[in-house]
């Protein structure tokens, strides 16, 4: 019963900014790792960045530099910042997060959103 909605999708230029959000919501106690992946047409779906509870980050080597992962854990809400945006960085973009429910015990269950598009032109 956790829902994670994004928003922040959409169509932008080659060089420009776009920045994700990602909220969960539900019965939460606390929540682990969040991250981001992406799934182009034709191509499988991967990790673009995650960031653990306790803040470590990692990205995948085509967005280094470019993008960064963030979370307010007063919000459940993990961000990404995608600046310098390139042509091949279009794609469907998916948050996860490894929630821990109240008055459950026994470990966390990793969420998925919707997906949320992301297209940038030449």
């Known amino acids: 019963q956790v829902q994670l909605v994004e928003s922040g999708g959409g169509l932008v230029q080659a060089g420009g900014s776009l920045r994700l959000s990602c909220t969960a919501s539900?019965?939460?106690?606390?929540?682990?790792?969040m991250g981001w992946y992406r799934q182009a047409p034709g191509k499988q779906r991967g990790l673009v960045a995650s960031?653990?509870?306790?803040?470590?980050?990692n990205y995948a080597d085509s967005v280094k530099g470019r993008f960064t992962i963030s979370r307010d854990n007063a919000k459940n809400t993990v961000y990404l910042q995608m600046n310098s945006l390139k042509p091949e960085d279009t794609a469907v973009y998916y948050c996860?997060?490894?929630?821990?429910?109240?008055?459950?015990?026994?470990?966390?269950?990793?969420?998925w959103g919707q997906g949320t598009q992301v297209t940038v032109s030449s």
């Open positions: 996860n997060a490894d929630v821990k429910h109240t008055g459950w015990p026994l470990g966390g269950i990793v969420y």
């Open positions: 539900g019965s939460i106690f606390s929540i682990g790792a």
């Open positions: 960031i653990t509870g306790g803040g470590n980050t």
